[in-house]
Structure formats: C-alpha cells, structure tokens
C-alpha cells in the first residue's frame, strides 16, 4: 500500500477509536450488542415506544423507538386497509452526529461490542470471581 494512502488508512482508524472511546454509553451498547426494540405481544397493552400513524390510503405507519435511549426509530408500513406487507422493510432513522462513526473508519459491530465488553470489563471479571461463580463446561466444537 502507498505510503500516504496508508497514512490515510491509520488516520480514519484512529479517527474510529477515538470516536468509539468517546461515543456515550447508550451508542456503545446497541452498536456493539443490539437495539432494544418494543415486543408486541398479544392481549398486553402496546408498549409506549410504538407509535402508529395513519397515512394516505388507508396505509398504517407502525413506528418503533428504541428503548436503549440511543434514539434510533425504525417504521414501516402496512398496505392500503391496514394490511400487513410481509415484503415490507423497517426504515432506520437516527441521529447521524451521535450514532454514526467516522466516515471511512472502519468501526465495526465487533469493535464496538469490543468497547462495551472494555467498559464492563471490570464488574463481569468480578462476577466471575465470585465464590458462587461456577464454571461452565466447555464443549469441543468441529472436528
Ligand atoms: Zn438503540
């Protein structure tokens, strides 16, 4: 690799760990772990982080926020009469400044469960050292 076009490499890769070491808590947790989206589930009440919206049509706007505060929506919609679309995708609104790493900088899923496990790294440790911690038995996997 060209040397400058490494050194362009390194920078947005240190742009991606300084944006990961900085990113709030909340960020860390569903970039590195999931998103904490409302379950719907028959004959309970419909959770407060689900908003349904008529549109033109007769179509159903069901919009979902995550409950981890990262501020992440997701929506979709129903066809004409409220019918369900199963061919229907969730569209993802969020706040680029806050969730979004650096262009370019390679932040992944992992790197960012990495983070999460670094900022948990202490209480889980002290979990397993725990006179009640047993130890889980370890299965070969492959062959
Ligand atoms: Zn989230």
Redesign the pocket.
Known sequence: MPRQRLALVRNQEQDGLAWLTAADD?II??RGSH??WPRIIPHVPIPRNVSVRPQRDGCVRMVEY?G???G?SRWKETRPGGVWDRDAHYRYEYDADRYRSPKDSGVSRGDAAQELFRRNQEALMALARRPSAVPVPVFQTGG
């Open positions: 909340a947790v569903c998103h904490d995550c981890g505060d990262c992440t």
